[in-house]
């Protein structure tokens, strides 16, 4: 891929952060982007990842049912209605979370963008690149016009929900984007192949898309074809070669 006129100038490690936003399915995580993560780092870029209020309560509550059922009797079934009065009754037991029954469904959709965009204008005048995976794609397209980011990279962008009828709010934010955008697509993704979204959705200028050899999970990408991935993407954001890592942590909304 070469660079073009949508491609932003080099940039300045020191002053720039890696903001990851990841899939809804937090329990997934992926040895690609792992690796592109920890490569970037090594450039001085510092690495912050991002969850919501949302996100959290949700892990919260998976985490802290299956504690509770672990621990019931030997013999009662632990299945989904189970399952949903446990965790209902956590929910009660925390007002504080009482805002996750309101905002959940929103978020799984969407991401909550309005909530990543207050947090990228929180970061103190740091210049911002966006890494993200599957739904985080949709957060970061919407989010992608605030002043501090640079550019998007995307792995996985979720054009069309294997199991569901078409939903034009997935795509629609895809046609306004401004700002130098590059989607990482394998060829085998369920959500949407690299071929399947230049031919049936509408792309902004600003919009590369990069087929690779690997489904919705990049956990199988060969190491060749991983190498070539990483040359892109550094070239794709216009970072210097040499640096170290900073990683910064959790970034909370």
Known sequence: MHRDSLSPPPIDPASTVLLIVGRNNWKRGSSTLNRVVEELGRAGMAVLRYESRTSRTRRWLEARAEQVLMALPAGLVAGRLLTRLVKAALL????DRWDYVLTRRQERHHTAAP????????LAGRRVVLLTHSAGG???ALVESAP???CHVCFGYPFQHPGRPPEPRRTEPLERVGKPFLIVQGERD???SADEARRRYRLSPATTVQAVADDHHY???AAAELE???RTIKAFIGLPAAGG???EGQGRA
């Open 92 to 95: 009660l037991s925390r007002p």
């Open 115 to 122: 909530a990543l965009r207050r947090f990228i204008g929180s």
């Open 219 to 221: 956990d199988t990408l």
């Open 190 to 192: 369920e959500y949407g």
């Open 228 to 230: 070539d991935l990483l």
């Open 148 to 150: 501090p980011v640079l």
């Open 245 to 247: 890592v900073r990683n």
């Open 138 to 140: 949709i957060a970061g």
